[in-house]
């Protein structure tokens, strides 16, 4: 199976097409665009039965690709109108899947203390919770009020615990009708880092997200169906070099040279080569660990203290 | 001249030495090498002349390396011993340019909003202050203690002054003696990222730090020695990826393969292959825009507001 | 009953005795006291029976409080010391309920974006984790290591769960043998502020902690023993109002004054007074609302806009 | 003089009509008033010569007070109309100091660490600075741009050097026309806190802030037109006990009560009284220290270890 280095269905798809030449849809997939307005693109990727699985290795089921234009400069209205185009979509999964007030449980997976892993746990400081009003005080509310409570149940590396068992634990407990989750995915294309969503109607299953093997969120493991928000938020290195490579391999392919070719190949056009490859205008891309938040806190200590203690005698 | 990418004198001379093929150290350039313990290794690069300086694009004076194993895990003790050496070469500098309670002004270049430029402004909120105190509370320090101020002027893009300009005017206000600038660098290899400190007495010339253009901050233009702390906490995408490549020309070179190797070559190797160059065991790396804090709140807003509104009517 | 307005089991009791004029230990309680060095004071209240729950409004077990002295200005020792303390203490506690590898649960109460709530999510982020080491990495691992798990549920507030129903479904899920619950308790004096630690035996039971009304977490509720670590972050400001006022009127009281001296009674005089009750030297105290980050980013937003379109066109 | 504790002309002025049982307005100082919508007042109170400087203890000049209701629950649009308040007013009192393109300086003091002392750094983060561009990159921007600049200067606490001396040096330096100040202000009503503006064409003079002592910042010092924008964030915890002790002692003066009276006097009743002073129904009103956060840190590795160290041998 083809590498592909992306948890976006919509990526995958197009990586499967290219790699096996293929001009029309693949076998077991169906596939819808939409464009709103200038700087909104909904791409629609179904995969209708086990041929589409194989092809692409993702589950059988709706992944909508939602991509924003220029999202790091985004005003007010623009973020309305891309939580607009998410909110007409969600809708529509969820009117499929549950009841107008059925209880719903939002999950934001990922680790607040690493950037690019935060946007789960940031989403859920930002969702109206109604579920305790409607206990506690339903009178401030409008009769038919959905119930909606959330949580950022943490990472596997800092609780000690599967996700799954915690948000087991909750379902059990306290019994919502479906969950939607949130999470941080991997990306083939620098320009979707946090300028796409993915919803899908599949839940999460392992391999899926930034690095760590988890279980499964789904119906199968919860007993209630599962929407997954993803959003690309990394792109590995490796992805970027060997995306280089390709392109390089091509070109050499192309003009037919070899050897010769390479031994006379200047640094300065192979840099200016890749350049054009990773360069959008409008971002400055940096390779960075993960972990450069506790490195930076490390360092400045380090720092300072060579610093008081070499100025003070 | 060679395109270095890296602020990193002791890189560039190696860059220079490889690029060359030189076996013994270059004209106008002297080096040496310490290892104190396990985990801390210092180079002195002394560039002694117009000859040195040319070679390898930077002016002519002492850049000490301290390159530090394991940061990320570093404990208490790992942060104590590493501040030591800090501590060590800086004192050397420092008495060579100024007396022992001459005032010293720390500068924390960089933004605090932008994680891999945050640095600068991290560490001056560790510096010990004592200028204020030798004037208004005089009999709580010893007799003999430094004046040391500290400031974080911020940069370009959020001032709209240069920080040269900033400086300059506080220099003249306060006089101190000697400045102390603290900046992030870029570097040629992802195992220097917040693991490397490189003290230099020559001061920042244009060119240095992440990407903007800037003044340089020198004697000659402050009019006091500037000692320039530096710390790699970016690689750029485009060096990485040159970086694969110029070893897959290599290998591609040796084994006298051409066209037909091209060929043949399967995406599982030549991934492999990226891997064993990008993937020191101990980080995760990843390839993110700058501005990813300010995207990924964007995104919050539009996801946690699609939420919403699909799930109340 | 008193309106003790505080969750240690140690102010109250000094205020029940206060208030009754004991000389001697309340009937159902038994105190004891222990200094350690300069800094630390321990002082253990046992409740012994239900004479004693009744006179001061806690469920009978053991209380523990250590009082650390200067712990705005601590140093790396001085943490080291009093977090010895802690271990001493909770060790102990520990022996009586559980074996020593048994499977432990630790939980951070609390709102991480309201500072003087935040106590209990950031302790979590420190402790160590162990039990999904031990199953996936047991080799990494000592062979009589405890597995510990962690996890910051959030509140009411923010996930429209009842912490209680959180825990009760991670507990049953993952079946640890007790839980240790970390939470920010309202306190009576200004100096234990993020400077005393409560350990008790109890769990945590209605009307303790900062505010809301909650479900108890003991071993009634959750099924297994439940040690409570509470750390006052808060004096509320009626408070201090009442304990001045109680100083003003034991004042008018003793010097036998009445309307008369009312009348006469200075600004400066009475402000002075205040300052008296309210300010050990080391501190600033202020009076904010919880809500005051929120108020602040509201504000900034307010001003700068404002700001923004004055100064252009 | 009257202790006013607040840096608010408006409050010292309704404070001093009080004290002095003033019907009409002070003599010397001139007040007006204005309502916008439901959610603004705007109140300006003008001071005329030293008489109104006598009286309050601000120096001649305007002050114009906008308070906004309900801030913390502010919406989008609420910001705008507020910020549309702050441009309107501060338009004026700037077409009165300087030239459409005169080049404006923004500064933002206070401690980002700290809270509630954080809002002039914030509002500088939001700041369009311009002055950069119109030199880099003029044709980006309309002709008639006025530059725009901006700096968080950092307090003396953290600098070791005096406000003054870092701003003296950036105007020599760069010359803009005007400095506009953003600072936190003392206020005596709980209600203001965030969510009153004080915009005063007087600059900054000794005494106003939070707590330090600080040399002016004034047209006298900087030598160009100072205008200040503060917002109250703090209210002294003795300025509420103060206010209760008035009210408890004008309630026991109007009953004609004794000491007969305050033997009687219940807790319950006490207290009653006092949350009737302080408690607005929307905000929970704590006392704490400014060092919380601090507090919080050192707290948290206590327990953490305290717990580290007791659940492993």
New interface residues.
């Given amino acids: 199976m083809?590498?592909f280095r992306t948890d976006l269905a919509l990526e995958r798809r197009d990586l499967y097409k290219k790699a096996n030449n293929l001009q029309n849809e693949i076998d077991g997939i169906e596939t819808n665009e939409e464009q709103i307005g200038e700087n909104i693109k909904i791409t629609k990727v179904k995969i209708l039965n086990e041929k589409g699985e194989k092809a692409i290795g993702k589950k059988a089921g709706n992944y909508i690709t939602i991509d924003?234009k220029n999202?790091?400069i985004?005003g007010?209205e623009d973020?309305?109108k891309?939580?607009?185009?998410?909110?007409k979509e969600?809708?529509v999964l969820?009117s499929n899947l549950v009841g107008?007030q059925d209880d719903?449980l939002?999950v934001g997976l990922g680790n607040?203390?690493v950037?690019?892993d935060?946007?789960g746990p940031?989403?859920?400081?930002?969702?109206?919770?109604?579920?305790?009003?409607l206990t506690y005080m339903p009178n401030l509310l409008d009769k038919?009020?959905?119930?909606?409570?959330?949580?950022?149940?943490?990472v596997?590396?800092?609780?000690?615990?599967?996700t799954l068992?915690?948000l087991?634990?909750?379902?059990?407990?306290?019994h919502p009708k479906l969950v939607?989750v949130?999470d941080a995915l991997a990306s083939r294309s620098?320009e979707r880092?946090?300028?796409t969503?993915q919803i899908a109607d599949t839940g999460i299953v392992p391999g899926a997200g930034v690095?760590n093997q988890r279980k499964e969120l789904t119906k199968d493991t919860l007993g209630i169906p599962v929407i997954a928000?993803g959003?690309p938020?990394?792109?590995?290195?490796?992805?970027?070099?060997?995306d280089?490579?390709?392109l390089?391999?091509q070109k050499?392919?192309e003009e037919?040279?070899?050897?010769d070719f390479?031994?006379k190949?200047q640094?300065?056009n192979?840099?200016e080569m890749?350049?054009e490859?990773?360069?959008p205008e409008e971002?400055?891309?940096?390779?960075?660990?993960?972990?450069?938040?506790?490195?930076?806190?490390?360092?400045?200590?380090?720092?300072?203290?060579?610093?008081?203690?070499?100025?003070?005698?």
């Fill in positions: 083809i590498n924003i999202m790091k985004a007010e973020i309305q891309a939580s607009e185009a998410v909110t969600l809708k969820l107008e719903i939002v607040l203390y950037t690019p935060a946007l940031k989403v859920i400081q930002d969702i109206d919770i109604t579920r305790h009003l038919d009020t959905r119930p909606v409570s959330a949580i950022s149940p943490g596997l590396g800092t609780t000690g615990i599967e068992e915690i087991k634990g909750i379902v059990d407990n306290i939607i949130i620098i880092i946090s300028s969503v690095g928000i959003i938020t990394v792109v590995e290195a490796a992805t970027i070099a060997a280089c490579l390709d390089f391999i050499v392919q037919a040279k070899s050897n390479l031994n190949l640094e300065e192979k840099y890749i350049k490859v990773l360069a971002y400055n891309f940096i390779v960075t660990p993960k972990e450069i938040d506790e490195l930076i806190e490390n360092m400045s200590s380090v720092v300072a203290r060579g610093i008081n203690f070499a100025t003070q005698k």
